[in-house]
DNA sequence: CCGGTTGAGTGTCAAAATTACACTTACAAA
DNA sequence: TTTGTAAGTGTAATTTTGACACTCAACCGG
């Protein structure tokens, strides 16, 4: 059998990605998601996702995906799993790798959005979704929720420079729960890739809360070996 | 567009699965690889992989694959990750998806892995292997172990009816560090889907070891919700 | 200018979980 | 009956986690 023969016996596929978008706003995390204008399932609610091209890695089909809709490159995006179930949609056979995004949500370009007709939906008020992208958004969700406690992802979601408090109604969105103020104010300062701009954000208080931002350099010299 | 168009505008492409097959014999871990006999990449090392068929599920056909070279149907079995890069397969483009495995290393069948050409590797020996398939292998076992501290999957890897001492000597294997014996036993005892059988293995010790087994419905009626 | 309001910031103690640690037991073989 | 081997067992110290309430700074309105 010649090298040719061993791969063209067998089947190919499409091969696509889905793209859980989350953002951070008002206290919750929301996602971006497409009303679909366009075949198949026009008029119903889906993640943004698209086929992977000729000559195109996986990972960037994914970030492509992303970058069309929002503008926005270099984001935090991770691959969450891949479905490859006959049936999962019901036009033709897709394979589709999802991948979840994180975005500073202040930063995505507005006129691409409303172009892909796309919406920003908080988590607890999302629609059902076209084929199995519920599962996707759930399956994104719990991984992303583990990352976030075992490293500090979850800054991908906010501006360069937050307060602890924003930091705080961050993790209380992503785990669910209400964390105590002191107990997580010391966590946080046990961390020293975690530091003080020297900056002060008046827009909330009156008393006005220290700004701080992720020093990358500090955390991978923590935990890189 | 008619929904046909909108499908095959898009590139197809072979769909692969490749199989980290996880035992454990004598106090280590072991992998089950194939040593090919044939193209590509003859007489190199390899991970058991196939290519997914038409009308065939992607979990399927990992489950095909092992069972192809095992004869052991029913495994557990987990996706790890796709590997998507447009060069990793030298011939063809290729995207794979890894799926680990864990068997009771006394009920493989012998035969067909012996006409696979495959053969147990204990870890820490394992040889360079082909593609990306290095690299697929740390990604499951960084997966499994993560798995192992959260639920007791290792338990795959071991008899129905096994000892403390086993299942201590399998933590160890996972985890790559030593456990504190009365430490482990005490966390043992809290786990009621642990439970004694009654029965008594004699071959290790002159003044036998109790035989423990998994009771997975009351894991379960612990764990579901 | 002063009292009120708002979010920022701070420390201690109790409970729970984790870790370290060494000897006795049962049995079979010599 | 002695000896060797793996099985089995409890306690105390340490660390980690969780609960809890007030003061501070600055601006605002009267």
């Known amino acids: 059998m010649t090298q040719q023969a061993f791969y063209s016996v067998h089947p190919k596929f499409h091969a696509a990605v889905d793209c859980i978008i989350f953002g951070f706003e008002e206290g919750e995390l929301s996602l971006l998601l497409l009303q679909r204008n366009f075949e198949p399932a026009k008029g119903?609610?889906?993640?943004?996702?698209?086929?992977?091209?000729?000559?195109?890695?996986?990972?960037?089909?994914?970030?492509?995906?992303?970058?069309?809709?929002?503008?926005?490159?270099?984001?935090?995006?991770r691959q969450v799993?891949?479905?490859?179930?006959?049936?999962?949609d019901p036009g033709e056979r897709v394979l589709s790798t999802a991948y979840y995004a994180l975005v500073d949500i202040k930063k995505y370009d507005r006129e691409l959005v409303r172009a892909h007709?796309?919406?920003?939906?908080?988590?607890?008020?999302?629609p059902r979704l076209?084929?199995?992208h519920d599962r996707m958004v759930s399956d994104a969700l719990r991984f992303m929720r583990y990352q976030a406690t075992v490293k500090p992802v979850g800054i991908n979601l906010l501006p360069e420079e937050f307060t602890l408090t924003q930091l705080q109604a961050l993790y209380e969105a992503i785990l669910g729960e209400p964390i105590d103020k002191r107990n997580f104010r010391k966590r946080i300062a046990q961390m020293d890739y975690i530091e003080k701009t020297g900056g002060i954000?008046?827009?909330?208080?009156?008393?006005?809360?220290?700004?701080?931002?992720?020093?990358?350099?500090?955390y991978d010299g923590n935990f890189k070996i």
């Open 81 to 88: 799993h891949t479905y490859g179930e006959v049936e999962r």
């Open 117 to 126: 007709n796309a919406f920003w939906v908080k988590l607890p008020a999302i």
């Open 44 to 77: 119903r609610w889906s993640l943004a996702g698209g086929f992977v091209e000729e000559g195109e890695d996986l990972d960037d089909a994914a970030r492509r995906v992303v970058a069309e809709l929002t503008g926005l490159d270099d984001l935090y995006m």
């Open 130 to 132: 076209i084929f199995d």
């Open 201 to 218: 954000d008046k827009t909330l208080s009156r008393k006005g809360a220290a700004l701080y931002r992720f020093n990358r350099e500090k």
